[in-house]
């Protein structure tokens, strides 16, 4: 019985170990996805706003009189 017995504790923190580490393997995917994700988020954003920070810079040349020169 005693035999039995440590046998299935052996089995339940074997597979407990076995399934941790898989799930650690899953996280460190999932981070690694997410910060890729992140990274081209950011670069989408950081376009849009060159762009945006040209056409300010577009209108206020156009908005702005010019004044001929003498």
């Given at each position: 019985?005693?035999?039995a017995i440590?046998?299935?504790?052996?089995?339940?923190?074997?597979l407990?170990?076995?399934?941790?580490?898989?799930?650690?393997?899953?996280?460190?995917?999932?981070?690694?996805?997410?910060?890729?994700?992140?990274?081209q988020?950011?670069?989408?954003v950081?376009?849009?706003?060159?762009?945006?920070g040209?056409?300010?810079?577009?209108?206020?040349a156009?908005?702005?009189?010019?004044?001929?020169?003498?």
């Amino acid at each position: 019985m005693d035999q039995a017995i440590l046998a299935l504790l052996g089995v339940s923190i074997t597979l407990m170990l076995y399934l941790d580490r898989g799930r650690r393997a899953d996280i460190a995917l999932l981070r690694e996805e997410t910060q890729r994700g992140f990274a081209q988020l950011t670069e989408v954003v950081m376009d849009l706003v060159n762009r945006v920070g040209r056409l300010e810079g577009r209108a206020e040349a156009a908005s702005t009189p010019t004044k001929p020169s003498p």
